[in-house]
């Protein structure tokens, strides 16, 4: 029988009580075997930030999923023999996101909990969200995901089969439900029209300030940089998503001000519908003068991380801004990547080598660590020369002593 929705309830959530998860990640043929190891560890993250811990993963390599079971029949089989074997396990975790009837035959097949990616990220979001507006932005997110699966996850009461006497109360029942789900969503969507316009009379009233955003990938340390450079206290955690609520702070450099936000960390694979809901939030994105790209460089993945966050900010529009890439945790790399019996002659040589393609990748950049300060003041000096120019640009017939 297919799982009971509540509507207008949260996501189920993972944290309540320890719960032991199988992952499953589909590959398709332009996936290699690095990026699909890489997918599933990140995976693994998001369910460990969301409370449940990881005990076992399965892959399947497909041209296309399959209609039914997204992964075939073969590979359910195995997974439920595996279930059978270990009773702790009672959820499934999917990399990619499932449609109503495929969530309801894998229930079925598998006698637990499936939880597709989406439905994961939602509710990561949701036990984050703090403030009215991020509440309502998730909520909004879970309602527009909820819509199109309704008639596949009421397979227990919809119309089986055509002609007289086959047209039960299913139907009835989920065009109820639709109309609750759209209903709900009209009601939250003019809230966070409310909201938005609040903001927008408070950012009316920020004055003339240039405004540098940082945007990135998650869990790439812009938190902490936030904290670094604006001497303010903003939650900073090695979680995805430790910041949903944008976070302004008035910084000055010697005697020039500015506006520094730090916003939400984006991720691949971000349900669209969230990034829908939280375009009012990345108004301080597209708004912006000056944009701060940090990147996590020790991380094996960056290059696909910057390629993910450069897709998000050209659906936000916000792709052309003046940018600078700044390449974090490079105290990490160093340990992670560098062998001990390497020189220091050597180790800057790479260094620079490596500088100097990712100048040709993707332009002016600088390295840091935001854990121990390193580059720092060159940022400092970097930003300021940026911003300034900024300044100069709006106000041009105004004399800048800075």
Request: hydrophobic residues 40%; charged residues 30%; proline residues 3%.
């Amino acid at each position: 029988m297919a799982k009971d929705w509540t509507l207008n309830e949260k996501a189920a959530t993972l944290k309540k009580e320890p719960e032991h998860a199988v992952l499953v990640s589909l590959i398709t043929p332009n996936v290699t075997e690095t990026q699909a190891h890489e997918y599933m560890d990140e995976l693994e993250f998001l369910a460990n930030t969301a409370g449940a811990q990881a005990i076992k993963r399965f892959t399947q390599r497909l041209p296309h999923p399959e209609h039914r079971s997204f992964i075939g029949s073969g590979k359910v089989q195995e997974i439920e023999q595996y279930i059978q074997r270990h009773e702790e396990v009672n959820m499934v975790i999917f990399d990619d996101d499932l449609t109503g009837k495929q969530t309801n035959f894998l229930e079925e097949a598998l006698k637990v909990k499936i939880v597709d990616r989406s439905t994961l990220i939602l509710d990561i979001f949701a036990n984050r969200a703090q403030t009215a507006q991020a509440k309502t932005q998730v909520e909004l997110a879970q309602m527009k995901y909820l819509l199109p699966r309704l008639r596949g996850l009421w397979t227990h009461l919809e119309r089986q089969r055509g002609g007289i006497g086959m047209r039960g109360p299913g139907e009835t029942q989920i065009e109820t439900d639709r109309r609750l789900v759209q209903y709900r969503i009209k009601v939250l969507e003019d809230k966070l029209k409310d909201i938005d316009r609040q903001n927008q009379t408070q950012r009316k009233t920020r004055g003339e300030l240039i405004r540098v955003a940082l945007v990135g990938y998650t869990n790439v340390g812009k938190s902490t940089l936030m904290n670094l450079m604006s001497k303010s206290e903003v939650l900073a955690e090695n979680k995805l998503f430790a910041t949903l609520d944008t976070t302004v702070r008035k910084v000055v450099f010697g005697m020039m001000p500015f506006l520094l936000s730090d916003t939400v960390g984006f991720i691949r694979k971000l349900p669209h519908h969230l990034v829908e809901s939280f375009k009012s939030t990345l108004d301080e994105v597209r708004e912006s003068d000056i944009l701060l790209h940090v990147v996590d460089v020790a991380h094996p993945q960056f290059e696909d991380h910057v390629k993910t966050v450069q897709k998000t900010l050209e659906e936000l529009g916000a792709a052309d801004k003046p940018t600078l890439m700044v390449f974090n945790k490079v105290d990490l790399y160093r340990s992670r990547f560098f062998d001990d019996m390497l020189d220091a002659a050597t180790r800057k040589e790479i260094e620079t080598e490596m500088r100097e393609r990712l100048k040709q990748d993707y332009g002016e950049n600088i390295f840091i660590s935001a854990h121990t300060k390193e580059g720092i003041d060159e940022l400092r000096d970097r930003m300021g020369r940026l911003i300034k120019e900024a300044y100069v640009i709006r106000y041009p017939h105004q004399a800048k002593a800075w």
